[in-house]
């Protein structure tokens, strides 16, 4: 197939996003297929002439990952049957404001080939972006991610840059692991509190002294 045999409102649709370099790009005949390099997250984009075929299309799942479907009708977004309907406007922020939350959240080191290699381990916190989008709410203004890491001897949370010291004062080397997975929280910096991936909130007494004096930081660096 050509590209200029591709479906007009297609090459369109994927014009806007093409400069998009945190997503690889397949065009198959009727969609565009992409996928977030890092986490490999799939997205499927379609197109439709109206709400009610985008509808229709939105009852189709090819399996995991996000499905979009483009409609003409203009200022349209919203969600039907987990499936994102939008104006081809909305649709590069849109993947944009997905990006933003694919967080990394660990690693693990892995023998391949006789070599030893470092293997990433990236969270697409869905909930969470609905919930944003619900509030208009934006990252790096209205809340942040960052990575905490439970300690396997006292239990708390410690933000990920006081991880090394923390767990020194238990008698831990960092140095000593080859894997380490950490939870994605959410700082607000509307009501200063903290949430989970799943929007609950996480009380101060799970969090280290440590991410209890960060998350002040956080919230006072934001303020001024
Ligand atoms: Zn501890």
Redesign the pocket.
Known sequence: MKYSELDSRLRKVYSRIRTLDDYHWDLSGDKIIGRHKKSDLKIRIRVANSREEAEKLSEVKEGEGLDIVVVPNKGTFYIHNGTFIMTSKFLRGTLVDINDHIVWRGFKVVEQDGKLMQEDFYEYLGGRFIEHLKNNMTIGQDFVFWQFYK?E??G?YVDIDSVRS?LKE?GIKIEDKDEMMYEVFEISIIDGKVYDKFGKEVKEDKL?EEAKDFIKETLESFKS
């Open positions: 300690c001897k006292c708390k923390h238990h280290s």
